[in-house]
Nanobody, 116 residues
Framework: VQLQASGGGLVQPGESLRLSCTVAGLVFGFNTMSWYRQAPGRPREMVASISPQGTRDYLDSVKGRFTISTDSSKNSVYLQMVNLKSEDTAVYYC???????????WGQGTLVTVSS
Protein backbone atom coordinates (compact mmCIF):
# COMPACT_ATOMS: atom_id res chain seq x y z
CA VAL A 1 0.00 0.00 0.00
CA GLN A 2 1.31 3.42 -0.92
CA LEU A 3 -0.09 6.89 -0.44
CA GLN A 4 1.69 9.81 -2.09
CA ALA A 5 0.63 13.32 -1.11
CA SER A 6 1.44 16.38 -3.21
CA GLY A 7 0.31 19.89 -3.94
CA GLY A 8 1.64 21.77 -0.95
CA GLY A 9 3.34 25.11 -1.28
CA LEU A 10 3.56 28.71 -0.17
CA VAL A 11 0.43 30.82 -0.59
CA GLN A 12 -0.85 34.10 0.76
CA PRO A 13 -3.79 34.39 3.13
CA GLY A 14 -7.08 34.18 1.26
CA GLU A 15 -5.65 32.10 -1.56
CA SER A 16 -6.53 28.54 -2.52
CA LEU A 17 -4.66 25.28 -2.86
CA ARG A 18 -5.57 21.72 -3.79
CA LEU A 19 -3.77 18.79 -2.26
CA SER A 20 -3.71 15.42 -3.98
CA CYS A 21 -3.03 11.98 -2.61
CA THR A 22 -2.38 9.20 -5.09
CA VAL A 23 -3.24 5.83 -3.63
CA ALA A 24 -2.02 2.38 -4.61
CA GLY A 25 -3.22 -0.84 -3.05
CA LEU A 26 -6.34 0.52 -1.36
CA VAL A 27 -9.95 0.32 -2.46
CA PHE A 28 -11.91 3.41 -1.52
CA GLY A 29 -15.01 1.31 -0.99
CA PHE A 30 -13.31 -0.45 1.91
CA ASN A 31 -11.45 2.46 3.45
CA THR A 32 -12.19 5.76 5.11
CA MET A 33 -9.85 8.31 3.58
CA SER A 34 -8.69 11.29 5.58
CA TRP A 35 -6.43 14.29 5.58
CA TYR A 36 -4.56 15.18 8.75
CA ARG A 37 -2.22 18.03 9.51
CA GLN A 38 0.48 18.80 12.00
CA ALA A 39 1.74 22.26 12.77
CA PRO A 40 5.07 22.81 14.54
CA GLY A 41 4.77 22.06 18.23
CA ARG A 42 1.21 20.81 17.92
CA PRO A 43 -0.33 17.35 17.78
CA ARG A 44 -1.51 15.89 14.53
CA GLU A 45 -5.20 16.58 13.93
CA MET A 46 -7.81 15.27 11.56
CA VAL A 47 -8.82 17.89 9.02
CA ALA A 48 -11.28 16.03 6.82
CA SER A 49 -12.47 12.50 6.20
CA ILE A 50 -14.73 10.71 3.76
CA SER A 51 -16.26 7.32 4.45
CA PRO A 52 -16.84 4.59 1.85
CA GLN A 53 -20.47 5.70 1.80
CA GLY A 54 -19.41 9.28 1.02
CA THR A 55 -20.08 10.76 4.44
CA ARG A 56 -17.77 13.70 5.05
CA ASP A 57 -16.51 15.05 8.33
CA TYR A 58 -14.46 18.20 8.91
CA LEU A 59 -12.51 19.92 11.63
CA ASP A 60 -14.66 22.81 12.82
CA SER A 61 -12.10 25.44 11.89
CA VAL A 62 -12.05 24.37 8.22
CA LYS A 63 -15.77 23.83 7.64
CA GLY A 64 -16.95 25.83 4.67
CA ARG A 65 -13.38 26.30 3.42
CA PHE A 66 -12.05 22.79 2.83
CA THR A 67 -13.60 20.03 0.75
CA ILE A 68 -12.47 16.41 0.63
CA SER A 69 -13.22 14.26 -2.39
CA THR A 70 -12.14 11.04 -4.05
CA ASP A 71 -11.78 9.97 -7.66
CA SER A 72 -11.67 6.22 -8.01
CA SER A 73 -10.76 6.43 -11.69
CA LYS A 74 -7.57 8.25 -10.71
CA ASN A 75 -7.02 6.43 -7.40
CA SER A 76 -6.80 9.81 -5.76
CA VAL A 77 -8.03 11.73 -2.77
CA TYR A 78 -8.17 15.51 -2.87
CA LEU A 79 -8.38 18.32 -0.37
CA GLN A 80 -9.56 21.56 -1.91
CA MET A 81 -8.69 24.46 0.38
CA VAL A 82 -9.99 27.98 -0.15
CA ASN A 83 -9.63 31.17 1.85
CA LEU A 84 -6.51 29.85 3.51
CA LYS A 85 -5.40 31.35 6.80
CA SER A 86 -2.04 31.52 8.49
CA GLU A 87 -3.27 29.00 11.06
CA ASP A 88 -3.68 26.46 8.26
CA THR A 89 0.10 26.30 7.97
CA ALA A 90 1.14 22.70 8.61
CA VAL A 91 2.38 19.50 7.09
CA TYR A 92 -0.63 17.71 5.60
CA TYR A 93 -0.89 13.93 5.50
CA CYS A 94 -3.33 11.59 3.82
CA UNK A 95 -4.48 8.43 5.51
CA UNK A 96 -6.50 5.39 4.67
CA UNK A 97 -8.23 3.35 7.37
CA UNK A 98 -9.71 -0.03 6.57
CA UNK A 99 -13.32 -0.61 7.60
CA UNK A 100 -12.25 -4.20 8.28
CA UNK A 101 -10.11 -4.22 11.40
CA UNK A 102 -9.03 -0.59 11.30
CA UNK A 103 -5.59 -0.97 9.74
CA UNK A 104 -4.19 2.45 8.93
CA UNK A 105 -1.99 3.52 6.07
CA TRP A 106 -0.22 6.88 6.00
CA GLY A 107 1.38 8.82 3.23
CA GLN A 108 4.28 11.18 3.59
CA GLY A 109 3.42 14.78 4.29
CA THR A 110 3.21 17.80 2.06
CA LEU A 111 3.95 21.22 3.52
CA VAL A 112 1.43 24.03 3.25
CA THR A 113 2.63 27.47 4.27
CA VAL A 114 0.20 30.37 4.40
CA SER A 115 2.03 33.64 4.80
CA SER A 116 2.06 37.14 3.45
Amino acid sequence: VQLQASGGGLVQPGESLRLSCTVAGLVFGFNTMSWYRQAPGRPREMVASISPQGTRDYLDSVKGRFTISTDSSKNSVYLQMVNLKSEDTAVYYCKGRSVFGGTEYWGQGTLVTVSS
